[in-house]
Structures are given as C-alpha cells and as structure tokens.
C-alpha cells in the first residue's frame, strides 16, 4: 500500500515538476518573443481559417506586429531556401505532403508545442518539425437547385449517374484538386500509388461532357457553371455562408470514402523572430488557437479535445461524417504519383472532354 501510495505520489510530483518546467520555459519563450516584437508569415493570410483572429489575438496579448505574403507551399519552401540568412519570413502554413519536403530540404526548425501529446501521430513529425493544426477532408458542396432531376450525391459512386456538372479544379497546381482525385481513388479501392479508379470515375464524367474546367469557387458556383465541386470541406463552408441563398447549398463528406490531409506550420531554420515564430506555434495548437481555426470553418486537429461554442460547432459538420475518412499512410508514394497527376490526367482524363 504504501509503495502504491509512493509511486502515486512520485508520479504527481513528476507531473507538477513537468507542468511547472513547462510553464517557466513558456514564460521564457513569450519573453523572448515580446523582445522580437514581430512574427512575420507566408501563406497565411488573413480570410484563410481565419488566421485574421490569430495575428489579432498574438497582437493584444504579446504586442507581436505582423505581416503576411500569400504564397504557394512549394513556392515557401522555395523563399525559406533561397533567402537563408537573409530571412523576411518566419513562419509559413503548407499542406500536408510539404512538410516532410521541408524538413528533407533542412530549411525549418523544431518546436513541440505544449498540447503536443494530443496531437494524433499520423498528423506530426516526431521531432516537432510540423503538426497538422486543422484537417482538410475532401467533400461535395452542391448546388441543389441546379441538379436537373438528380438526386444530390452523397457519395463518389453518385457522380457516374448525375447530370449536374462536376468540377475538381486544376490538378497540376492545386493540392485540393490532387487530393480529390485521391479521394475518389481511396473511395474505389485505389491508394496513393494507384489513382487509376479515380482516373477512370473521372474520365467517364468527361466522356458524358459533365466536367467542367472551371474552378470550384463562390463565383462559378453562384453563376451556375458547376452543379457539384469537389472541395476541402472548410473550403466548401465557408463558400456556403457567403453564397447570396446559402440554403441552396450542401456540403458533405462522400460516404464512400475521402481522404483527411491538413495544413501544418513550418518554422524558417533562417528566421529573425524565432522565438515568435515558436510562440506563434504555441498559441495555434492552444485551445483559444484551435477555437480561431474552427470559426473559419478549419477542422481544429485536437476537435476531440476541444469544447467548442456551440455556434461555432453548428457550423462545422457533424463527426459522424467523417466515419471513413483516411489520412494519407504513404506520404513518399503520394509524392510521388502527385507530381506525376498532371500528365496522367491531361492524358486519360482531359483527352475525353467534349
């Protein structure tokens, strides 16, 4: 009993003693980045999740200025490696698959964050070079009004038989449009080394003439040129609440099957405000961090651990739909098959258009 008692009590001690190193090396990092006075980004602009609320809140609370430039993720990897020790960027937002190519290329720097733990190893790097902090799931958002008889489709088998205009967007430069088609794959048995079922659900809609070039945006949506877009779903929200009748709009995870991907920060190895970079990281991974991601419609990567106000919840979809969803398993395969997307799909996909 008493052995049970001492460990017990090793153990909270051990605890304390982590929560307080914790809580002094945070009072550190906060000092540290209140002497740099500035956190400046790329790719993390303000009507995107709602990173507006982040650089508002590190302002008010730590005095941090702020400045972003919109960029590509291959195109802030590609600044971190050219600029080096003349660094303008500290810290930068890329999907997923980006991550790992920063890390490989050595122009970012670790930093776990307090909340590291519940964090699910599929979306982190061991050694706190990224974490995913919102998901992205591929989803339909649909036009119901325009559907010419059809049934709204709630899973990729649906799109063979609609008569409603599809759109996936451009493939060979947009990470939605890639990761559509892996989704769809995913949904038919394929994976990240194999697209073909994708490929082939997607060469059937051209042959019917029902694949449209167009973009999946509020703009083509709103002017009827696509019925049904393939879309990350905080993509697909956000387009709905600024539609002129949101309540023409649903968007939905395919039943069949999607892919969850994400967005992870990486920190310049170069940069001139590392420890607000650091800190920056710190507060996104923070519930009031996550909380400012889920008011702009991006899935917080701790959700579970979250309680969410209940308007914001309202907006987001139900967890229910995101039964079988599949992160990506094989990150060096999809590297590879997504750089090889573009030529395959111009050459048994684009070829079919009527």
């Known amino acids: 009993m008493k052995k049970l008692f001492l460990a017990s009590l090793l153990g909270s001690t051990i605890a304390m003693c982590t929560a307080a190193m914790a809580a002094d090396d945070l009072k550190t990092l906060e000092a540290a980045a209140k002497a740099e006075g500035a956190v400046n980004s790329v790719g993390m602009p303000d009507d995107w999740a709602n990173w507006k609320g982040t650089w508002e809140d590190l302002a008010k609370t ?11 993720s291959a195109q802030e990897i590609a600044k971190f490696a050219a ?7 500290d810290i930068g937002d890329v999907g997923a698959a980006f ?9 970012v720097q670790p930093y776990k ?12 790097d061991k050694d706190g070079n990224w974490a995913l902090a919102y998901t992205g799931t591929i989803a339909f958002i649909v036009n119901k009004k325009l559907l010419h008889g ?11 038989t609609g008569k409603y205009k599809v759109s996936i967007g451009d493939v060979s430069t947009a990470a939605q449009a890639a990761n559509g088609v892996l989704a769809a794959a995913l949904a038919n048995g394929g994976d990240e080394k194999n697209l073909q079922p994708a490929l082939l659900l997607f060469a059937d809609i051209a042959k019917q003439g029902r694949l449209s070039m167009a973009n999946p945006t509020i703009a083509t949506m709103e002017k ?17 609440a600024k539609m002129a009748n949101p309540d023409d709009y649903v968007v939905l995870i395919p039943s069949d099957g999607s892919v969850i ?3 992870t920060t990486i920190i310049n ?13 710190e507060y996104i991974f923070s519930d009031a961090g996550q909380i400012n991601l889920a008011k702009g419609n991006a899935r917080p990567i701790r959700a579970e651990h979250l309680t969410l106000p209940a308007d914001i919840k309202a907006k987001l979809l139900p967890n229910e739909q995101y039964k079988k969803v599949t992160p990506i398993k094989d990150a060096d395969a999809w590297e590879k098959t997504s750089k090889a997307l573009p030529q395959k799909w111009n050459e048994e996909v684009i070829v079919n258009m009527q």
């Open 261 to 263: 991907s994400g967005y």
């Open 150 to 160: 059809s049934e709204a489709p709630t899973k990729w088998a649906d799109l063979k």
């Open 224 to 240: 009827g040129e696509i019925e049904v877009g393939v879309v990350w779903d905080f993509n697909g929200l956000s387009y709905k």
């Open 113 to 124: 964050p307090t909340t590291w733990a519940q964090v699910p190893d599929w979306a982190k």
């Open 269 to 281: 190895k170069y940069a001139k405000n590392p420890n607000a970079a650091k800190l920056t990281r």
């Open 99 to 107: 991550g790992p190519i920063a890390v490989k290329q050595g122009v």
């Open 62 to 72: 730590y005095g941090l200025k702020h400045i972003d430039t919109d960029m590509s």
């Open 83 to 89: 600029e080096k020790d003349n660094a303008s960027a």
